[in-house]
């Protein structure tokens, strides 16, 4: 059964600053993973995909690496704004289809 | 392009009620799947249908149904509510025929008294 762990729970960090999230999954076996952040009570905006094949992806400020073989990706944010406080959540995809979620990381950038 | 969207926003209903949801999936997308989200956690999956036809189900009670049009929107009902079902319901879209990503709704808040 797939399992999906985000470290840290919570990060609060002043403004301007790079950080990194971390994401882990027990089963190497994904067809992708994404990262999604989520504001208070609102939906899941879709930031990266990374395909199984792929090692990291880019989009603006944020960059996504994959290590597929160790089970682990990470989520860097270069010079941190206060909007981009949200919970971060990491999702795996395997073979079934489904996403398997892990709990998020809550982010707060202090101006 | 509206994006997925949802009805309603909000919803309070009374133990042993019945709810029904509504997803209307992105554009070109013919997948729906269902996430029920408890405050502080990570969304879980409930359900995913294609062609009309429940492809994969998560580890959900039978009270929780679905149902896909022609037309690819989708419908969740609750049948029998406890308190332990109020959460944030998602809805998501992908299509077959591309990278598998999911787009998300806004979500519907069920509050169950």
């Known amino acids: 059964k797939q399992e999906v762990t985000q470290i840290p729970a919570a990060l609060s960090v002043p403004e301007g600053e790079n950080l990194v999230l971390n994401c882990s999954f027990t089963?190497?076996?994904?067809?992708?993973l994404q990262w999604f952040r989520q504001d208070p009570g609102k939906g899941l905006t879709s930031l990266l995909l990374?395909?199984?094949?792929?090692r990291e992806q880019t989009s603006g400020r944020l960059n996504a690496s994959l290590d597929k073989s160790s089970g682990r990706s990470t989520l860097y944010i270069a010079a941190s704004q206060p909007g981009d406080s949200a919970t971060y959540l990491c999702?795996?995809?395997?073979?079934?289809?489904?996403?398997?979620f892990g709990k998020g990381t809550k982010l707060t950038v202090n101006p | 392009d509206a994006g997925v969207t949802q009805s309603p926003t909000h919803l309070i209903k009374t133990r042993g009620q019945q709810v029904t949801l509504r997803c209307s999936p992105k554009?070109?997308?013919?997948?729906v799947s269902w996430y029920q989200q408890a405050l502080g956690q990570g969304p879980q999956f409930i359900f995913q249908?294609?062609?009309?036809?429940?492809?994969q189900r998560g580890n959900f009670p039978d009270r929780f149904s679905g149902h896909q049009f022609p037309n690819y929107s989708s419908e969740l009902n609750v049948n029998a509510l406890l308190l332990g079902d109020s959460a944030l319901y998602l809805c998501?879209?992908?299509?077959?025929?591309?990278?598998?990503?999911?787009?998300f709704g806004p979500g519907t808040r069920l509050t169950v008294t």
């Open positions: 999702a795996v995809q395997g073979g079934s289809e489904k996403l398997v």
């Open positions: 554009s070109g997308h013919d997948t």
């Open positions: 089963d190497s076996a994904i067809y992708n």
């Open positions: 249908y294609y062609e009309e036809e429940e492809r």
């Open positions: 990374i395909q199984s094949s792929q």
């Open positions: 998501a879209s992908s299509s077959t025929k591309s990278s598998g990503e999911q787009y």
